[in-house]
Nanobody
Framework: QVQLVESGGGLVQPGGSLRLSCAAS????????MGWYRQAPGKQRELVAT???????NYADSVKGRFTISRDNAKKTVYLQMNSLKPEDTAVYYC???????????WGQGTQVTVSS
């Protein structure tokens, strides 16, 4: 059973930074597309960023230039560096391992990020 465990959330002032981590269990990590999603109260879950096995990245327009997704395959961990945070970035952030043709997708339990003065 694959488990994804997020950490690094918290309360930060506007303009501040946070770094989220997502540690994955299981023997294989490097081949999967990993992503970060977020869900604000009363809103649908939305894509924040993804990173492929080869390191190609994709970002939501709302976070481009402020957030950076990265991965360390040796540590089986994916990161989300969040800079210049805004109140509208407040949400629960979820780590995701994308489904493949033969496997389902997996989600972490989420970590709360609150941007407020």
């Amino acid at each position: 059973q694959v488990q994804l465990v997020e950490s690094g959330g918290g309360l930060v002032q506007p303009g501040g930074s946070l770094r989220l981590s997502c540690a994955a269990s299981g023997n294989i990590f490097s081949i999967y597309v990993m992503g970060w999603y977020r869900q604000a109260p009363g809103k649908q879950r939305e894509l924040v960023a993804t990173i492929t096995s080869g390191g190609s990245t994709n970002y939501a327009d709302s976070v481009k230039g402020r957030f950076t997704i990265s991965r360390d395959n040796a540590k089986k961990t994916v990161y989300l560096q969040m800079n210049s945070l805004k109140p509208e970035d407040t949400a629960v952030y979820y780590c995701n391992r994308r489904a493949t043709m033969t496997e389902r997708d997996y989600w972490g339990q989420g970590t709360q990020v609150t941007v407020s003065s």
